[in-house]
């Protein structure tokens, strides 16, 4: 394993993390100085640790596949360890509690341990915010977009870290595509900050919403989450953005470039359409003939809920726990299925669902039609066999992985089956809230040490997609056999 070349890219991460630590600290000093120097501290450390590991001179910068695997897992643990600083040295949260917040931030997950959020400092704040933004798109391909040279190695690296089973260049040099991806990303927050300043919102909490949305996050300034702002303007913007975000990031360049064709024939993009669409509709029915709630109420209400929960935001504008069950399955539901790949969303993945799918399809011909050979196909290119097999060994992995945890769960706090099925979930989908003591209305705070810890490793597991820890565990396992 290439030791070197893993310590540059964990050094380079945390000099990124010390670097976008200064954006929080100019918010705080201008605000008065509360959390200042927490944050000052946390990004000196940063880059005092980070720089001369980054330094290092490497013989050979070719990157293999486990190579990647572990970099990817071993800069998401250092990423979370020292993006809890700011927490602890502000005295916000004890260190379990800041590991926890960290994690669920860089993941994407939101969820959250404190149960109100109005008396932390505004640069805290910022920061806990800013951790949605570099986690959604992955601080690796932020670092492969600074560090050109990896070339093929910086595949196996994209690889590890990018979402889904189908990993794609849109353009011919991977630091391109990184750029690339990039600038959507950064296209797409500044213009939902400028949507959101239009419709009302002040500047600092469009910020927090759009780092948080673009990012399929779900942390905002207020406890209230968007349900703060009684606005349908507001709440639509955001559905629309949280459904952006929810696309394969490749699906929206190919429509900046007029490619409109080969964007629209994309299964994966009509099947979370039309998961949407439905799942809305049902919905809206539900709150209108159970609850007798004005149409377009209810409409908007099952619109952003149902988007919120399916790109894994978690945005909340309504308690979605208080609904008739058959509503709350279809929450249930949403929150496997994730977004697309290469999205910033989490969960299993609409693509993963269509290939399990069709493979199952597969083998139910194959019984009633033994002669018969037929790939499995997605827009109409044949998937390796070797994508498919990996496909059902994620999907074990990840039902496997969710029950045991919902298991210990409720033995190290007594949560009900469906608190400690709602609790598994939301951290291995990176969703952020669940159900009952754990829903939208209410914190994660009260779990034991033991279950935030849990949590914080099915947070980090979901957004790498499980395989880079297993990677990582298997080598150090390996090193220290030989020794």
């Given at each position: 394993m290439n030791y070197r070349i893993i310590g540059k890219m964990v050094g380079t991460v945390l000099c990124i993390e010390g670097l976008c630590m200064l954006f929080p600290l100019a918010i705080a000093v201008a605000d008065g100085g509360d959390g200042a120097r927490a944050l000052l501290l946390s990004a000196l450390i940063c880059v005092l640790v980070g720089y001369p590991i980054s330094r290092v001179q490497q013989k050979n910068s070719r990157i293999h596949s486990r190579d990647g695997f572990c970099a990817a897992a071993l800069c998401w643990i250092v990423l979370s360890l020292f993006g809890a600083m700011p927490y602890v040295l502000s005295g916000t949260a004890s260190f379990t509690d800041a590991l926890f917040e960290t994690a669920s931030g860089f993941t994407t997950t939101g969820a959250t341990i404190f149960s109100q959020v109005e008396p932390i400092p505004r640069g805290i704040l910022m920061w806990r915010a800013l951790t949605h933004w570099m986690g959604g798109m992955g601080v690796l391909v932020l670092a492969l977009a600074l560090l050109p040279r990896l070339g093929e190695g910086g595949f196996n690296l994209m690889c590890a870290e990018s979402t889904g089973p189908i990993k794609t260049k849109i353009k011919p040099r991977l630091s391109d595509t990184a750029k690339t991806m990039y600038a959507i990303y950064v296209a797409l927050t500044a213009l939902e900050v400028l949507c959101l300043c239009i419709a009302g919102m002040p500047l600092y909490d469009s910020v927090a919403a759009a780092f948080a949305t673009i990012s399929t996050?779900?942390?905002?300034?207020?406890?209230?989450?968007?349900?703060?702002?009684?606005?349908?303007?507001?709440?639509?913007?955001?559905?629309?953005?949280?459904?952006?975000?929810?696309?394969?990031?490749s699906l929206i360049f190919l429509v900046l470039c007029r490619r409109f064709r080969e964007a629209v024939r994309n299964e994966e993009l009509w099947f979370y359409t039309g998961v949407t669409v439905t799942a809305t509709t049902l919905i809206t029915l539900t709150l209108v003939a159970a609850r007798g709630m004005p149409f377009f109420r209810a409409l908007t209400n099952a619109a952003f809920q149902v988007v919120s929960i399916i790109t894994t935001t978690g945005f909340i504008t309504a308690d979605y726990d208080l609904w008739p069950n058959f509503a709350r399955m279809l929450i249930l539901f949403l929150m496997f299925f994730g977004g697309c790949a290469g999205s910033t969303a989490g969960g299993i993945k609409h693509i993963r669902v269509l290939i399990l799918f069709k493979g199952f399809r597969r083998t139910l011909r194959g019984i009633l039609h033994p002669r018969e050979v037929k790939p499995v196909c997605i827009d109409g290119e044949r998937v390796e066999e070797e994508t498919v097999t990996t496909v059902f060994s994620f999907f074990f992995c990840y039902i496997a992985i969710f029950l045991v945890s919902a298991v210990l769960f409720s033995l190290f706090d007594g949560l009900s089956i469906?608190?400690?099925?709602?609790?598994?979930?939301?951290?291995?989908?990176?969703?952020?809230?669940?159900?009952?003591?754990?829903?939208?209305?209410?914190?994660?705070?009260?779990?034991?040490?033991?279950?935030?810890?849990?949590?914080?490793?099915?947070?980090?597991?979901?957004?790498?997609?499980?395989?880079?820890?297993?990677?990582?565990?298997?080598?150090?396992?390996?090193?220290?056999?030989?020794?």
């Amino acid at each position: 394993m290439n030791y070197r070349i893993i310590g540059k890219m964990v050094g380079t991460v945390l000099c990124i993390e010390g670097l976008c630590m200064l954006f929080p600290l100019a918010i705080a000093v201008a605000d008065g100085g509360d959390g200042a120097r927490a944050l000052l501290l946390s990004a000196l450390i940063c880059v005092l640790v980070g720089y001369p590991i980054s330094r290092v001179q490497q013989k050979n910068s070719r990157i293999h596949s486990r190579d990647g695997f572990c970099a990817a897992a071993l800069c998401w643990i250092v990423l979370s360890l020292f993006g809890a600083m700011p927490y602890v040295l502000s005295g916000t949260a004890s260190f379990t509690d800041a590991l926890f917040e960290t994690a669920s931030g860089f993941t994407t997950t939101g969820a959250t341990i404190f149960s109100q959020v109005e008396p932390i400092p505004r640069g805290i704040l910022m920061w806990r915010a800013l951790t949605h933004w570099m986690g959604g798109m992955g601080v690796l391909v932020l670092a492969l977009a600074l560090l050109p040279r990896l070339g093929e190695g910086g595949f196996n690296l994209m690889c590890a870290e990018s979402t889904g089973p189908i990993k794609t260049k849109i353009k011919p040099r991977l630091s391109d595509t990184a750029k690339t991806m990039y600038a959507i990303y950064v296209a797409l927050t500044a213009l939902e900050v400028l949507c959101l300043c239009i419709a009302g919102m002040p500047l600092y909490d469009s910020v927090a919403a759009a780092f948080a949305t673009i990012s399929t996050g779900g942390f905002f300034v207020h406890t209230a989450s968007i349900a703060y702002y009684d606005s349908l303007v507001i709440h639509w913007i955001i559905i629309i953005f949280m459904f952006l975000s929810g696309i394969n990031f490749s699906l929206i360049f190919l429509v900046l470039c007029r490619r409109f064709r080969e964007a629209v024939r994309n299964e994966e993009l009509w099947f979370y359409t039309g998961v949407t669409v439905t799942a809305t509709t049902l919905i809206t029915l539900t709150l209108v003939a159970a609850r007798g709630m004005p149409f377009f109420r209810a409409l908007t209400n099952a619109a952003f809920q149902v988007v919120s929960i399916i790109t894994t935001t978690g945005f909340i504008t309504a308690d979605y726990d208080l609904w008739p069950n058959f509503a709350r399955m279809l929450i249930l539901f949403l929150m496997f299925f994730g977004g697309c790949a290469g999205s910033t969303a989490g969960g299993i993945k609409h693509i993963r669902v269509l290939i399990l799918f069709k493979g199952f399809r597969r083998t139910l011909r194959g019984i009633l039609h033994p002669r018969e050979v037929k790939p499995v196909c997605i827009d109409g290119e044949r998937v390796e066999e070797e994508t498919v097999t990996t496909v059902f060994s994620f999907f074990f992995c990840y039902i496997a992985i969710f029950l045991v945890s919902a298991v210990l769960f409720s033995l190290f706090d007594g949560l009900s089956i469906a608190e400690a099925l709602g609790t598994a979930l939301t951290a291995i989908s990176n969703v952020g809230p669940a159900f009952g003591a754990v829903g939208p209305t209410y914190s994660f705070g009260f779990l034991s040490g033991g279950s935030k810890l849990l949590m914080t490793l099915l947070m980090l597991m979901g957004r790498l997609e499980i395989m880079p820890f297993f990677v990582l565990a298997a080598s150090f396992r390996a090193r220290r056999r030989v020794r």
